[in-house]
């Protein structure tokens, strides 16, 4: 529907503002209970959330096949050789851990700008973040080739005296990410605890009342408790903002630490964590529309967000244009032989289609239709537009990693890249356990906030004095 279509008196548009809603009218607190719980309590689960669940477990044996084989014959089974040294694990890691910049900014930034319309998708896209980062820690672990020995990563005393190497970037990684994953952890659980308790007092058996009622801790939505709750959830948002720009900031560092052409940058910083919130927006795109249809959520999940999102899309690709035209700027400004075959070599080498692959699906496609309303608030073109903006996020750290590799100073060294079928394997293998634990989240929890829904219903007048307790009951 085009914008100029939609009248003043259409349920959608705030009369006030004249904007998309952040909720359909009508809803109570009743009701929203009512809408988020009974998706989690129903007694019976659909035959479609079998079956994708079926075919997400079945893809994510892969993973388990492929790591098996691996531990038995080693990173040989890979493409990874020299000059190539990096391949699909490192490309992979990258791209996972991207994915998750969205459900941290939605949540802390956010939070932290007091943006009510995050409150209906940062539950799933915290739960995103969590399941990304569970993915990408499983690809430098097996990179290494002793993953038993992993523990050596980290600073612990032992009888060899054998330390870290801290002037590693891969160590940085090691920290970054593991930071990243306990602070998207805790704060995704603490925001969960109010709607434990709801879902306590809502439960039909006594086992799922015991099993909510132990993960509530006590909630009762007492003054005191709501104080605490959204002093925790300040102080929460304050530490993981930081980590919004650090963790991309330091794997980007596994890069423009090197002085291969191509890495050897000061842009990667600021481009890689734009990079990461555009791709992170787009899964959480891929994730919120199929949700909103299959759970009948458009009153929950409206149209504002899909704009919103939209826009925040377009803003992060447009710095990420920014970045690439920058590379390619100082390919020639630099007046470095090597810096200057390197990008010639990226866009018209044995590979150059991939580089092409990410213009066309990270700039030319997107950064010439997201400015029009009507395609951000149209369900179809951006459920398409999120599968093409990762497709082309993912074909830049294939770049990045690749072509930076294959063909580096001295032709005698050159070679090639081509994936085996254990590379494809093992990613596909991390897509199926992604959406295999999404899937999990969505049956056994609340996917979206409820408590935080209701403080944004015209009923819901909180001042300095008195607070209602809707954390429990409902």
């Keep these: 529907m085009a914008t100029k279509d939609i009248k003043p008196e259409d349920p959608r548009i705030d009369p006030k503002t004249g904007e998309f809603r952040v909720l359909a009218p009508g809803f109570t607190f009743k009701t929203v209970t009512a809408k988020i719980a009974d998706i989690v309590l129903t007694p019976t689960t659909s035959l479609g959330w079998f079956a994708l669940f079926s075919v997400g477990g079945a893809v994510a044996t892969l993973v388990i096949v492929a790591v098996t084989w691996l531990f038995l014959k080693g990173t040989g089974i890979w493409a990874v050789s020299q000059p190539v040294g990096w391949g699909f694990a490192i490309i992979n890691f990258v791209w996972w851990i991207g994915i998750g910049h969205a459900g941290t900014l939605i949540s802390a930034i956010l939070l932290l700008f007091k943006q009510q319309w995050r409150n209906s998708i940062n539950r799933f896209a915290e739960a995103m973040t969590i399941f990304a980062v569970v993915c990408a820690g499983l690809f430098p672990l097996i990179h290494v080739g002793r993953p038993w020995l992993a523990y050596w990563l980290f600073p612990l005393p032992n009888t060899m005296n054998v330390w870290p190497q801290f002037r590693s970037p891969l160590l940085w990684d090691v920290f970054a990410v593991s930071t990243y994953a306990t602070i998207s952890i805790v704060f995704w659980y603490v925001g969960l605890i109010p709607d434990f308790g709801t879902m306590r007092d809502r439960a039909k058996t006594k086992f799922a009342a015991y099993i909510y009622g132990l993960l509530s801790l006590g909630w009762r939505g007492s003054v005191r408790h709501w104080v605490r709750y959204e002093t925790a959830s300040l102080l929460l948002a304050g530490l993981a903002t930081p980590l919004v720009l650090s963790v991309h900031t330091v794997i980007s560092f596994d890069f423009a630490v090197a002085v291969i052409p191509g890495w050897h940058t000061t842009i990667f910083p600021p481009y890689f964590v734009a990079g990461a919130v555009y791709s992170g927006f787009a899964m959480v795109l891929t994730l919120a529309i199929p949700l909103r249809k299959f759970y009948k959520l458009e009153g929950l999940v409206t149209d504002r967000h899909m704009d919103n999102m939209g826009k925040v899309m377009l803003t992060t690709g447009l710095i990420v244009a920014y970045g690439y035209g920058m590379e390619v700027f100082m390919a020639w400004y630099s007046a470095s032989h ?134 429990a009951g409902d």
Excluded: Q
């Design 338 to 471: 090597w810096e200057f075959f390197m990008m010639w070599n990226r866009m018209f080498g044995p590979m150059g289609w991939s580089y092409w692959m990410l213009i066309a699906c990270n700039i030319a496609i997107p950064l010439t239709t997201l400015w029009v309303r009507k395609w951000r608030t149209n369900m179809t073109f951006m459920f398409v537009m999120s599968l093409i903006v990762n497709t082309g996020m993912w074909f830049e750290r294939f770049v990045i990693v690749v072509t930076s590799l294959y063909r580096d100073f001295l032709p005698s060294s050159w070679g090639t890249y081509r994936a085996t079928k254990w590379d494809y394997m093992t990613y596909f293998g991390t897509m199926g356990l992604f959406t295999a634990l999404f899937l999990l989240f969505v049956r056994f929890l609340p996917m979206i906030p409820m408590n935080e829904i209701k403080m944004m219903l015209p009923s819901a007048k909180i001042t300095a004095k008195a607070k209602p307790a809707v954390g």
